[in-house]
Nanobody, 127 residues
Framework: QVQLIESGGGLVQYGGSLRLSCAAS????????MGWFRQAPGKEREFVTA????????YYADSVKGRFTISRDNAKNTVYLQMNSLKPEDTGIYYC????????????????????WGQGTQVTVSS
């Protein structure tokens, strides 16, 4: 069992930055691949970025490449999402999610493959 708690969301102007954090409970954090997803009102939850268990591999949606950076600190059981050059279309609830790394060649982008989810944190970008 992994419990995830996101923080760091808020209201920011176009072009601004935010840093989200996701703190995980448990002693096996380093055995999980981690992902960030977001959901805008009236839309399906979509993949934003993911990082493998060691932090050695990262994956990004095309819409955030070059603007967002995912990282993790396994000693602190925390994954981060640095978001720069924010746009109004980045608005939504951001969720972190965990998936056991065993057997994964690459970290998936499909929400349904992640077993554990946080409660989400709201990010609003004003134009």
């Amino acid at each position: 069992q992994v419990q995830l708690i996101e923080s760091g969301g808020g209201l920011v102007q176009y072009g601004g930055s935010l840093r989200l954090s996701c703190a995980a409970s448990g002693r096996t954090f380093s055995s999980y691949n981690m992902g960030w997803f977001r959901q805008a009102p009236g839309k399906e939850r979509e993949f934003v970025t993911a990082i493998n268990w060691s932090g050695g591999s990262t994956y990004y949606a095309d819409s955030v490449k070059g603007r967002f950076t995912i990282s993790r600190d396994n000693a602190k059981n925390t994954v981060y999402l640095q978001m720069n050059s924010l746009k109004p279309e980045d608005t939504g609830i951001y969720y972190c999610a965990a998936k056991g790394a065993t057997g994964d060649v690459a970290v998936p982008s499909t929400p349904g493959l992640y077993a554990y989810w946080g409660q989400g944190t709201q990010v609003t970008v004003s134009s």
